[in-house]
């Protein structure tokens, strides 16, 4: 079974602190991604990976940055954490190409910002 | 741009009533059409998905028809259980293009004994 792990379940910090938020996929994925998931709102994609240190933008990327240093690993970085980026984050994978590729979640890291 | 619209909920059943969740797209060409699954607690994990017209998905007795005429890919269940309760994301990935899904918000269905 592919599995996707995130480093945390659950996070508090403190306005101002650097938060780095930790992915890992156990199956050669090419792709991985970030995405926020707030109420009312849905999934929205902060920023995804095709390949190791490459990245692309997504629909939210302000405030936040990635790093893909090894192929099954992928870190979403908060530089300055502030209360509006309080929320799930949720990392998911899949292999590059093909239409029908499903992508992978991890259980998700809901992070408090007070 | 692409776009999902999913029929806001929460929707609230009774154990064995017939669920429908309505979801429509707006793509170019001929995406690919998923509905994912989130229960409690959980990341989402997919449920069914569709890649070409008339293709029809089904899983753990959910079924969903792609339709190009209507732009549709409505969710259902004949009968649901209180297991059933979730939260149910259609999505769809572009053809041919990038490599995102595009998410609709999501349907809040809780199912009561």
């Known amino acids: 079974d592919v599995k996707v792990t995130q480093s945390s379940r659950y996070l508090v910090k403190r306005t101002g602190e650097k938060v780095f938020l930790e992915c890992v996929q156990d199956m050669d994925h090419e792709n991985m991604f970030w995405y926020r998931q707030d109420p009312g709102l849905g999934l929205r994609l902060i920023y995804f990976s095709y390949d190791v240190k490459m990245k692309e933008k997504g629909d939210i990327p302000e405030g936040y940055s990635v790093s893909r240093e090894k192929k099954e690993r992928f870190s979403l970085i908060l530089e300055s954490a502030s209360t509006n980026q309080t929320s799930m984050y949720l990392c998911a994978s899949s292999y590059l190409g093909g239409g029908y590729n499903e992508q992978f979640f991890g259980p998700g890291t809901r992070l408090t910002v007070l | 741009g692409d776009s999902v619209t999913q029929m806001e909920g929460p929707v609230t059943l009774s154990e064995e009533a017939f669920l429908t969740i309505n979801c429509t797209y707006t793509?170019?060409?001929?995406?690919?059409l998923f509905w994912y699954v989130q229960y409690p607690g959980e990341g989402l994990q997919l449920l069914l998905k569709?890649?070409?017209?008339?293709d029809k998905g089904s899983n753990k007795g959910f079924e969903a028809t792609y339709r190009k005429e209507t732009t549709s890919f409505h969710l259902e269940k004949g009968s649901v259980q209180v297991s059933d309760s979730a939260v149910y994301f259609c999505?769809?990935?572009?053809?041919?293009?990038?490599?995102?899904?595009?998410f609709g918000k999501g349907t809040k269905l809780t199912v009561n004994p």
């Open positions: 569709a890649t070409k017209a008339d």
């Open positions: 999505a769809l990935k572009t053809q041919g293009g990038s490599e995102k899904l595009v």
């Open positions: 793509a170019t060409g001929y995406p690919s």
